[in-house]
């Protein structure tokens, strides 16, 4: 089996770090122009940088805009208004206790994770229905399945994101495109390390063993017990983006570890 998006335009949101990166590697290699997406000009450049020095035959372009924003989301329409395929990776977490979250913090996750992939599927899907042919891909989160009590807010949102990816692959039936959810568990990014890094600090484990045991004691019913690597989560989406998957839409597919117990969703 051989993954092969060759020819194909790729737009992966929140994509200078993290798992996003990961995703717009995973779809380099795969032979698909990549366009990076993030707020910040010099993170952009860098995250190029950082995978032609992977993939050196790499097509690539960035853009910046922020994306939880709509006027970062036209900014990104100017700059390229088509796409065969999307991925939704942009968002924001922390934790935070219910009774700590004002408004303004709920009206931000809700901005960031849910409506940025709202507005660039809105956009994007009309262009994908016309030629027969796309691919969407939310990145929801087990989470979204099984809500944190200290992540409530994060939680909600990418519940939204199964929702939506769901409603829109039935909005898109029978012409060509596929929706899909992504739901990642506990993944080593830059990211989770900030998180931990008080936790790593003071048991003066390395970041990875700190991350592991956050898994072993946070998400107990983990079955690989211990976090995922991007390059895990990027595999699958990066299957899912190509024509392989073609019999595969409005799902919501774990790359957890696991940690959702339960034989379905």
Do not use: C
Not at 119 to 142: D, N
Request: aromatic share 6%; charged share 20%.
């Amino acid at each position: 089996m051989k993954i092969d998006l060759s020819e194909k335009l790729a737009i992966v949101s929140g994509s200078t770090a993290g798992i996003g990166l990961g995703i717009s590697q995973a779809l380099a290699e795969a032979g698909a122009t990549v366009v990076v997406v993030g707020r910040d000009t010099a993170k952009v450049e860098q995250a190029l940088a950082n995978i032609r020095q992977r993939v050196p035959a790499a097509q690539l372009r960035g853009v910046t805009a922020d994306l939880g924003t709509a006027e970062g989301a036209e900014r990104l329409f100017a700059a390229e208004p088509r796409a065969d395929i999307l991925v939704n990776n942009l968002g924001i977490f922390n934790t935070v206790d219910f009774y700590d979250a004002p408004d303004s913090e709920w009206t931000r996750f809700y901005e960031v994770n849910v409506i940025s992939g709202v507005r660039l599927s809105r956009h994007y899907t009309p262009g994908m229905v016309k030629q027969g042919w796309g691919r969407v891909i939310f990145l929801s989160s087990e989470s979204g399945v099984a809500t944190p009590a200290d992540m409530i807010n994060y939680g909600v949102t990418k519940s939204a994101n199964l929702a939506v990816s769901h409603g829109l692959a039935k909005r898109l039936a029978g012409t060509g495109v596929t929706v899909n959810a992504i739901l990642p568990g506990p993944t080593f990014t830059d990211g989770l390390e900030e998180m931990l890094k008080d936790a790593t600090a003071e048991s003066g484990r390395s970041a990875r063993d700190e991350a592991d045991a956050f898994v072993r004691k946070a998400r107990p019913t983990s079955i690989i017990q211990r976090v995922a690597d991007v390059e895990e989560v990027a595999n699958l989406v990066a299957y899912i983006a190509s024509p392989l998957s073609s019999a595969t839409t409005g799902a919501a597919l774990r790359v957890d570890g696991g940690v959702v117990d339960s034989l379905a969703i």
